[in-house]
Structure formats: structure tokens, C-alpha cells
């Protein structure tokens, strides 16, 4: 691993820290580097509040703000160049003289999209794109996929038996109302953290009518979910979100399996035994790579 590469991975650390809080914006980390010596470190910490260049330059003591001109300033993705909730930040990074800026990807929103990297090479600045990129794009892969393909991330998410089964036949469910519990508190914790992870939470009328689920985050700090119920009359109006986790029966989970419209899928495999019931949906040898996540409860 390079230099610029170990320091980028710092960043994509620091990132991490906003995954609960930064949303609609990115997580993004920056690290500030003179002769191998880190001088600063930030990240975004919440949406609408200083971006993570800023709490770099914020960090470094008095004492070694004259290095900064001399320093490099690594950042997961390019600084933005416009006004919004806070000044543009290659502008502070102009200011301060940086000589090196290392960023992990360019940033897709249109307010941006190379233009912080045209200012700060116009200034004099040496920039360097693309370090760590692929692992820079996936930590925002949501952020990525609604400015490029204007549509949320979709996150299937269901729990099934051992022989792969989501829950019993109807008939016996409406003897007794009660849905078979697969998860384990270490599961359902699993679950709730997924949740505080997406913008909205998806369920089919049915699953919503028969069990009534609250689809809450209350075993995990986060922002509850929006609940969107797909029903048969009415589309969901779910395309100014960045991302959707899917929760629904075997049905609707299966629709979206069937339209090719998922991201990511999360299967929670129990060992209880069913031996009859409703079928857990099916996925296919995937050509495109997307990841699928099992856990075993």
C-alpha cells in the first residue's frame, strides 16, 4: 500500500463516523499530511453543519498552521465548489495553500462534478484523483446512485428458515395471528442497525395489514425510516429518496428480485425447520456482482 493510499483508507475511517447523521449529504473524511506526519483529521459529522475539510484545517494546532502550505490534504471525495449549508471548500483549501490535494473520487452531484478539482489546479494546487476510488464510491454507493441514476439504492432484507421457508401457509397464520420469529436479539439488533442506514422502509400492504410491524429502529441509535406501504392501487412515490430498504412479504420482495430493481440483499437464515409454508424469494446467480449478505441467526 502507497502513502496516498494508507492515508485515503484514513479517510474512509474517519467517514464512517457521519454513516447515522450525514444523510442526504456523503460521508467524507480528510486528512491533512506534512513530511509524514498527520497534522489534522475531520469528517463530516451531520448534514447542514461543517464539512470534513474544514474540520481538518479546524484541528491543526496553531503551531503548525504555517505548515499547511507545504502539506498535503487527502479527502474521500472531491471538495465542493458551491455554496450550500456552508461556504465551498475548495475555496478554504485555495486559502489555505495547500500545494497537494489527493482525492478519492469526484464528486456526481451536479452542483460539483469537477469543478472543485478545476479550482483548486487553477489556484496551483498538485491534485491527484482517484485513490481508493472503488472503495471511496461504495462507502456513498447510495449517494452515487441517486445523482447518477436518479433512483433510490434498493436493500432487499428478509429472514427465512432452514429450508427456506419465510413463514407458514396463511390458514395457519390466521388461527393464531402469529408470524414465526427467525431473529435472535443479535439479529434483530442487525436488522434495526440496517434501518437507521436508509432513508425509507418498504412493506407490502398485506404484511403491513397481517402484522402490523413498526418497522422502527428502537434497538439501534438512528433516524426512524420512512414507511412506504406498496399497495396494488397506488405506486409508491419513492424516487426522491437516496435509498429504500425492502422488508416486504415473499411477494413484493420477489417483484422487485423479478424487475431487477435491487442493490443489495440481506438474508437472515435461521435453523428452525419449517418443512412447509411460504417460499422465501428466490435469487439467481447475480451477472452484476451485486453483494448479497447472509446471517445466520
Same mark, same amino acid.
Given at each position: 500500500?502507497?502513502?496516498?493510499?494508507?492515508?485515503?483508507?484514513?479517510?474512509?475511517?474517519?467517514?464512517?463516523?457521519?454513516?447515522?447523521?450525514?444523510?442526504?449529504?456523503?460521508?467524507?473524511?480528510?486528512?491533512?499530511?506534512?513530511?509524514?506526519?498527520?497534522?489534522?483529521?475531520?469528517?463530516?459529522?451531520?448534514?447542514?453543519?461543517?464539512?470534513?475539510?474544514?474540520?481538518?484545517?479546524?484541528?491543526?494546532?496553531?503551531?503548525?498552521?504555517?505548515?499547511?502550505?507545504?502539506?498535503?490534504?487527502?479527502?474521500?471525495?472531491?471538495?465542493?465548489?458551491?455554496?450550500?449549508?456552508?461556504?465551498?471548500?475548495?475555496?478554504?483549501?485555495?486559502?489555505?495553500?495547500?500545494?497537494?490535494?489527493?482525492?478519492?473520487?469526484?464528486?456526481?452531484? +451536479?452542483?460539483? &462534478?469537477?469543478?472543485? %478539482?478545476? /479550482?483548486? $489546479? @487553477?489556484?496551483?494546487?498538485?491534485?491527484?484523483?482517484? !485513490?481508493?476510488?472503488?472503495?471511496?464510491?461504495?462507502?456513498?454507493?447510495?449517494?452515487?446512485?441517486?445523482?447518477?441514476?436518479?433512483?433510490?439504492?434498493?436493500?432487499?432484507?428478509? +429472514?427465512?428458515? &432452514?429450508?427456506?421457508? %419465510?413463514? /407458514?401457509? $396463511? @390458514?395457519?397464520?390466521?388461527?393464531?395471528?402469529?408470524? !414465526?420469529?427467525?431473529?435472535?436479539?443479535?439479529?434483530?439488533?442487525?436488522?434495526?442497525?440496517?434501518?437507521?442506514?436508509?432513508?425509507?422502509?418498504?412493506?407490502?400492504?398485506?404484511?403491513?395489514?397481517?402484522?402490523?410491524?413498526?418497522?422502527?429502529?428502537?434497538?439501534?441509535?438512528?433516524?426512524?425510516?420512512?414507511?412506504?406501504?406498496?399497495?396494488?392501487?397506488?405506486?409508491?412515490?419513492?424516487?426522491?429518496?437516496?435509498?429504500?430498504?425492502?422488508?416486504?412479504?415473499?411477494?413484493?420482495?420477489?417483484?422487485?428480485?423479478?424487475?431487477?430493481?435491487?442493490?443489495?440483499?440481506?438474508?437472515?437464515?435461521?435453523?428452525?425447520?419449517?418443512?412447509?409454508?411460504?417460499?422465501?424469494?428466490?435469487?439467481?446467480?447475480?451477472?452484476?456482482?451485486?453483494?448479497?449478505?447472509?446471517?445466520?441467526?
Amino acid at each position: 500500500m502507497t502513502d496516498d493510499e494508507r492515508y485515503m483508507a484514513r479517510c474512509l475511517q474517519l467517514a464512517r463516523h457521519g454513516e447515522l447523521t450525514t444523510a442526504p449529504n456523503p460521508m467524507v473524511g480528510a486528512v491533512i499530511v506534512h513530511d509524514g506526519r498527520i497534522l489534522g483529521e475531520g469528517w463530516h459529522r451531520k448534514y447542514g453543519e461543517a464539512h470534513a475539510e474544514v474540520n481538518a484545517v479546524r484541528s491543526v494546532c496553531p503551531k503548525d498552521e504555517a505548515l499547511l502550505c507545504e502539506a498535503t490534504i487527502y479527502v474521500s471525495l472531491e471538495p465542493c465548489s458551491h455554496w450550500g449549508k456552508t461556504p465551498p471548500c475548495a475555496e478554504l483549501l485555495v486559502e489555505k495553500g495547500f500545494r497537494r490535494v489527493v482525492v478519492g473520487t469526484l464528486d456526481p452531484n +451536479a452542483k460539483v &462534478a469537477g469543478r472543485g %478539482i478545476k /479550482r483548486l $489546479r @487553477e489556484a496551483g494546487a498538485e491534485v491527484v484523483v482517484g !485513490v481508493l476510488e472503488a472503495e471511496c464510491r461504495w462507502l456513498n454507493r447510495k449517494f452515487f446512485m441517486q445523482h447518477e441514476h436518479h433512483r433510490p439504492w434498493i436493500t432487499l432484507k428478509w +429472514a427465512e428458515s &432452514a429450508d427456506g421457508f %419465510i413463514d /407458514r401457509h $396463511r @390458514e395457519s397464520r390466521e388461527k393464531d395471528g402469529e408470524a !414465526v420469529k427467525f431473529s435472535t436479539p443479535w439479529t434483530q439488533m442487525l436488522v434495526h442497525r440496517l434501518r437507521a442506514t436508509h432513508e425509507a422502509i418498504l412493506v407490502g400492504r398485506r404484511t403491513w395489514e397481517l402484522d402490523a410491524p413498526s418497522l422502527t429502529t428502537r434497538l439501534w441509535p438512528g433516524k426512524n425510516p420512512e414507511r412506504v406501504i406498496l399497495s396494488g392501487k397506488t405506486a409508491p412515490k419513492y424516487e426522491s429518496y437516496q435509498s429504500i430498504l425492502v422488508e416486504g412479504g415473499a411477494k413484493t420482495l420477489q417483484s422487485f428480485i423479478d424487475a431487477d430493481l435491487w442493490d443489495e440483499a440481506y438474508i437472515e437464515r435461521s435453523d428452525i425447520v419449517l418443512g412447509d409454508g411460504v417460499k422465501a424469494p428466490q435469487i439467481q446467480t447475480d451477472p452484476k456482482g451485486r453483494p448479497v449478505h447472509v446471517n445466520f441467526a
